[in-house]
Each structure stands twice: as structure tokens, then as C-alpha cells.
């Protein structure tokens, strides 16, 4: 199938905004937040994604009631494919754990992250990330600590519109902030080990949160998982340039990140919320059906790592006529 594609047109010389996978990101320092959730809002929303686009062809199932909110901040991102140089990066991801399954073989079942909103502080990150994954990308402010302090906070400030109205100037608004609602006295714990052994652990954090019904399976995905990587699914789609309505182009990817190095993990404190702020034009609240904002942090796990955003493979096209 790729060796019948076109070539890419790179015009050399020119700094494009979409530039060549993958994506190596260095001296990471992740945190990650998950809170409780409407599984049936979670669905829905996982449904709109991925089942509905493929006509049933694959079946998405939410196990638990889930979300996880995740910082990176990260001190180089470059191309080994296109070494024009490199940025600084941070990104805040809005991940929904997900099984898919398909309808023609029930056998062929994928474990991953589902990221309905995923926002960076760099037009080349946003771009490339859209245009190759199809991840849900857009710009925002994001501030991570490079490590954990009495002081600890996360935070996303990005474009809002609020109310949705024509006349209605955009401003930027502090989205999600995650910070000690309670009074934080423990330090973080270490974390002993490595993926794959970090699995179990994973499924132990997870076992009190899954419906039993979807347990059995859950785990027999995570244990199948690959050593070092996590599956990421979108939808990647272009608008058509005739019909904006309809999508010219339209598919569900898979987008492994391959982890190269972990130096440190960490079980974060208990007393930590998050902050979800109600805008005419984000309603991320709403649609993961997180009703009491700040929401408490199940689990917090602070990481610090590197790793790449590699080549990934489609699990389903649109069919378009010509």
C-alpha cells in the first residue's frame, strides 16, 4: 500500500510546519492525572470517534470510568528524518483508555489511549502531529514543573470563546490547572522498576476503576502490550475543499510512542484536583461528564523520560468517490 502512494513534495530550502516523523523527544518530565468520569459520557464520546466514522467496522469499548490528564514538558523535540534542528515542547494530553476490536475479527483486539484534545505551545508540533497522526491538536500555553515542589502546578491557558457568537472576540483563559486541593505532606514515591514489569502495576492502579465486565479482557490487552510503547488511536481527517461539511480524507490511525529511556518513576501524593473552566466553546467538562470541578486525582504518576513518536499504521480508510 505505501509503495503506491505518491511521493510526499518537500521543496528544500523551505521551513515547512509539517516536517518528517518521527518525533524524538528528550529530557521529558511527564505528569500524569487520572480522575474519575461518566463511563457512558466517555463512550459516547469514544463512539462519535471511532465506531461511528467506520460504519461499525470497529468497535470501541470504554472499560472504565477514566480520564487521563497528562503535562509534558520537554526539553528538545526534533526529526532524525529531517535534522533541521530542534525546540522546546510542551504538550497537555486529554487521554480516554480504550479497547478496539474488530467486527471481522473479534480476535484482533488493540489496547491505547483515545486523546480527544491535545494541545501544544508549537505551530510545527501542531501541524505535524494533525497531518501525519490526525491527532486533535491545537496551540495553547502549557506550564509543568521539571519536577515536584511544594509549590506543584500544571496548567493549560488557550483560546476560548465565550459565548459562542459571532460578535463574541476570542480570549485566552486558563482551561485546566491541576494543584493540591487538600494539604499535600508526602513526597512522591518511587516507582521501582521497568516497563514491561511496570504492567502489572499499571492494571493493580486500574483494577479498582474498570467495570468487572471489561476487566478480563483489559488485562490480557495490557499484558499483550509491546515493552516500551503505547498505542495512541485517532481520527485523522481534512475538511473537503468544495463541501467543509464533509471530509475529503478520513481514517483511524494507530500512533505508537516508543519509550527509549526511563530515569525515574513516581506515585504522586494524594490531595491533588483538577480544574476544568466552563467555556462557550470547550466544553471538555461537559462531554467527559466530570460533574464536580476541582475533581479529585485518583493517582498522580510523575516520569521522567524520553522517547519517540513513531510510524504507526491505519486501521480503517474512508472509502471516497472520485
Keep these: 500500500m505505501t509503495s503506491s502512494l505518491p511521493l510526499y513534495v518537500d521543496i528544500e530550502g523551505r521551513n515547512d510546519a509539517s516536517v518528517m516523523p518521527p518525533g524524538v523527544?528528550?529530557?521529558?518530565?511527564?505528569?500524569?492525572f487520572a480522575v474519575c468520569a461518566d463511563?457512558?459520557?466517555?463512550?459516547?464520546?469514544?463512539?462519535?470517534?471511532?465506531?461511528?466514522?467506520?460504519?461499525?467496522?470497529?468497535?470501541?469499548?470504554?472499560?472504565?470510568?477514566?480520564v487521563l490528564m497528562i503535562f509534558f514538558n520537554e526539553d528538545s523535540l526534533n526529526s532524525p528524518a529531517q535534522p533541521i534542528g530542534w525546540t522546546p515542547n510542551q504538550e497537555f494530553v486529554c487521554s480516554i483508555p480504550v479497547l478496539l476490536q474488530s467486527k471481522s475479527d473479534p480476535l484482533k483486539v488493540h489496547i491505547g489511549l483515545l486523546p480527544p484534545w491535545v494541545y501544544i505551545d508549537n505551530a510545527r508540533g501542531m501541524v505535524t502531529g494533525r497531518e501525519s497522526w490526525g491527532y486533535f491538536k491545537n496551540l495553547g500555553t502549557i506550564s509543568a514543573p521539571k519536577e515536584w515542589s511544594s509549590d506543584f502546578c500544571c496548567?493549560?491557558?488557550t483560546l476560548t470563546f465565550t459565548p459562542v457568537a459571532p460578535s463574541t472576540e476570542g480570549e485566552v483563559t486558563r482551561l485546566v490547572t491541576v494543584e493540591p486541593i487538600d494539604e499535600v505532606t508526602d513526597p512522591p514515591t518511587h516507582i521501582p522498576g521497568l516497563p514491561p514489569a511496570q504492567h502489572a502495576t499499571i492494571v493493580e492502579l486500574l483494577r479498582r476503576h474498570v467495570e468487572e465486565d471489561a476487566l478480563e479482557l483489559f488485562e490480557k490487552a495490557v499484558m499483550a502490550l509491546e515493552p516500551f510503547a503505547i498505542t495512541v488511536f485517532n481520527l485523522k481527517q481534512f475538511r473537503d475543499v468544495t463541501d467543509p461539511t464533509r471530509a475529503c480524507f478520513q481514517s483511524i490511525t494507530?500512533?505508537?510512542?516508543?519509550?527509549?529511556?526511563?530515569?525515574?518513576?513516581?506515585?504522586?501524593?494524594?490531595?491533588?484536583?483538577?480544574?476544568i473552566e466552563a467555556c462557550g466553546s470547550e466544553q471538555m467538562a461537559q462531554l467527559l461528564g466530570i460533574c464536580d470541578c476541582p475533581a479529585k486525582v485518583l493517582f498522580g504518576i510523575g516520569a521522567e523520560l524520553e522517547y519517540s513518536a513513531i510510524s504507526g499504521a491505519t486501521l480503517w480508510q474512508a472509502r471516497t468517490g472520485c
Design 39 to 66: 463511563r457512558d459520557k466517555l463512550q459516547a464520546l469514544a463512539q462519535r470517534l471511532i465506531s461511528d466514522p467506520t460504519g461499525g467496522e470497529w468497535q470501541v469499548c470504554v472499560p472504565a470510568g477514566l
Design 254 to 275: 494507530t500512533s505508537p510512542l516508543q519509550v527509549t529511556k526511563i530515569e525515574s518513576m513516581h506515585l504522586l501524593p494524594q490531595g491533588l484536583g483538577v480544574m
Design 155 to 157: 496548567s493549560l491557558d
Design 25 to 32: 523527544f528528550c529530557g521529558t518530565s511527564s505528569w500524569t
